[in-house]
């Protein structure tokens, strides 16, 4: 995994759910553990779409629920995989 | 049940304000009484072109200090402002220790316009970027009855929770009608008032169009001069005002002491232009005679009258007839101030940011002044307390607001014996 994409990531989900980035691990659930609640969502899936230059469809968000999972997901988006 | 009756009064039991001249209402007011002025240069840039400059905004004063960073992002700054003057309101009214069922407690609030500065930002996100450069967060954000909703979702209030929009007097009748539904019966209390933050370039290009807002760039602690005879407009302002509202039984039965009662309200309306005042100023006669007539108080019994007081050539003309019309010769001993002289136009929060000072009016027996009245306009020949407070043991005021689209509402306080 690119260690510079984890780091996109923690920093766009920090910046925007107001959390420490340090406290974010690829285990952290933007749900359960940040009580990020479907507007949040919206809001990061948006950010994160500037932020990487991709678009990323509604239907994907669950595939974007832990801070690991969204790095997956994105990782393969930025190869074109997905 | 007659409204004299003790189950009919209604009275307030909590305030809370944030204003251009203080974060909470007893340091306004006691700006007011100093006649200090909080209008300024606008705290943010401008167009080469923009005519007005100045603004009477909250300063020093963020939403994310209350709501924290991640919460405040999710609304527009005049839901900031509710919540914040409201949890002053509910902490005065010692509402969080009563353990009273939290389904009897409303929220009413007047809002004018709601979140312009999220829907400007939304805009120009999208003139750049598309629809896709949209947030969800805008529009939760700006519709104006989220001040209502948010402020129920942060004090656990589960009555009816609406949002009154009468321009300029939008609070001025959510804080009326907030008396009538007590009357009825079936709430504890209904926590009213209101909230604006209109202050962006966008908002004040849009009343400068129309002509309504002061120019006087060069000297803006002396632009709003509500009856003076060089006027040339009001001064945008922002805030929020929160009122607990209850009936005088369930106050005391709680052991509150409440602030004043309020016991009358009327609303009328001109019928008559999209913007300007009746000229004769009958609808805000009318008023001011209905809320008299609620209150079961003849004119001679007003000893106050805490005006509308815009400092638009119009409404001070417009005003000052209606006055005399509903007060007869009574107006001359009337002691009338504009607090806008001051604190500039709160749109939708001024009706009950006004009611706040005059409810203080009478809890410390001080008019604050009308500031910069030097050279009454030959038209407003009432006593407008110019140049500095004056004190006196005052037991019955009235509130006036008016607003665009001919929106009038009037209330009276009278003191708590």
Known sequence: MDPEIRARIIGVIADRLDVRPEALTPETSLVDDLEADSLDLADLALTLEEHFAIRIPEEDIPQMLTIGAAEIYLSKRLEGHA | MSPDSVDQRVVISGIGAITPLGHDAESSFAGLVQGESGVAATGFDLHADSECRIAAEVR????????????????????????GAARQAAADAKLDDSGEPRERIGVLL??????????????????????????PLDIPALIPNMAAAQVAIDLNARGPC???AASCASSAHAIGEAVEKLRQGSLDQVITGGSEAIVTPQGL????????LSRNNAQPDRACRPFDRDRDGFV???GAGVLILERLETARGRGVTPYAEVAGYAATADALHQTQPAADGDGAARAIIGALRAARLPPEAIEYVNAHGTGTLQNDI???RAI??????????????SNKSMIGHLIGAAGAVELIFTALSLKHG??????????PDPECDLDYVPGSARTRRISTAISNSFGFGGHNAVLVLRACS
């Open chain 2, 324 to 337: 005399k019309r509903a007060f007869g010769s009574h107006a001359a001993n009337l002691w009338i101030s």
């Open chain 2, 60 to 83: 020093n004063w963020q939403g994310e200090e209350i709501l924290g960073r991640r919460a405040a992002r999710r609304f527009s700054r005049f839901v900031h402002l509710a919540v």
């Open chain 2, 205 to 212: 290009a849009g009343f400068e169009r129309l002509g309504a």
């Open chain 2, 162 to 164: 609406y949002t009154i």
């Open chain 2, 318 to 320: 417009a005003e000052t």
């Open chain 2, 236 to 238: 945008l302002g922002e």
């Open chain 2, 366 to 375: 001080i008019v604050p002044p009308t500031r910069n009245l030097e050279n």
């Open chain 2, 110 to 135: 007047g809002v004018g316009l709601g979140g312009l500065d999220t829907l400007y930002d939304s805009f120009d996100r999208m003139a750049r970027g598309g629809p896709r450069a949209g947030s």
